[in-house]
Antibody, heavy 119, light 107 residues
Framework: QVQLQESGPGLVKPSETLSLTCTVSGGSVSSGPYYWSWIRQPPGKGLQWIGYIFYSGSTNYNPSLKSRVTISLDTSQNQFSLKLTSVTAADTAVYYC???????????WGQGTLVTVSS | EIVLTQSPATLSLSPGERATLSCRASQSVSSYLAWYQQKPGQAPRLLIYDASNRATGIPARFSGSGSGTDFTLTISSLEPEDFAIYYCQQRSNWPYTFGQGTKLEIK
């Protein structure tokens, strides 16, 4: 059973870069065909799919965030990561990592981590 | 971007009753629709994928139906632990999108 755990700073200053890591256990980020995703949820609001990376390394980013987002794999650490640049208060949210055997399927989720953008 | 509209926004029912939740897509998503359950302070949990397939470990009282633009999640007999927020999500077109949620509350 795949398990996911997010980690990273809970507070980021406006205009800086948000960086989060998802550590995977019970599976390998380099074995296919699995998709590794980041999804966020502003407090009290709905869910937004930020993007995903395929086990091969190919990526797809939400057009609304595309210019600011990078998702990458670290096979040596069995992790994948999210970087979101030039953050504003609108990026304050619980960030989840998720995975599934098909693109767009969230079979497994981390518990989520709240990131607040504030000076 | 495909917009998913869920109805009702809130559904008030009692344990043992049948719950019917709807999700309508702004354009066809074929059968690429999923349902998730989210409880306060928890991550969403996949219940149904590709419109009608129960995810691993999901009780048989949860069922999904529909194709194209209209989908339904049915909970045949509500258990106390089923009161939560339910989201639909499409994976037909990128970016994948979620509905705004239906809150299922105890009457």
């Amino acid at each position: 059973q795949v398990q996911l755990q997010e980690s990273g700073p809970g507070l980021v200053k406006p205009s800086e870069t948000l960086s989060l890591t998802c550590t995977v256990s019970g599976g390998s980020v380099s074995s296919g065909p699995y998709y590794w995703s980041w999804i966020r949820q502003p407090p009290g609001k709905g869910l937004q799919w930020i993007g995903y990376i395929f086990y091969s390394g190919s990526t797809n980013y939400n057009p609304s965030l595309k210019s600011r987002v990078t998702i990458s794999l670290d096979t040596s650490q069995n992790q994948f990561s999210l970087k979101l640049t030039s953050v504003t208060a609108a990026d304050t949210a619980v960030y989840y990592c998720a995975s599934g055997p098909r693109s767009g399927r969230g079979d497994h989720w981390g518990q989520g981590t709240l990131v607040t953008v504030s000076s | 971007e495909i917009v998913l509209t869920q109805s009702p926004a809130t559904l008030s029912l009692s344990p043992g009753e049948r719950a019917t939740l709807s999700c309508r897509a702004s354009q066809s998503v074929s059968s690429y629709l999923a349902w998730y359950q989210q409880k306060p302070g928890q991550a969403p949990r996949l219940l149904i994928y590709d419109a009608s397939n129960r995810a691993t470990g999901i009780p048989a009282r949860f069922s999904g139906s529909g194709s194209g633009t209209d989908f339904t999640l049915t909970i045949s007999s509500l258990e106390p632990e089923d009161f939560a927020i339910y989201y639909c999500q499409q994976r037909s077109n990128w970016p994948y999108t979620f509905g705004q949620g239906t809150k299922l509350e105890i009457k």
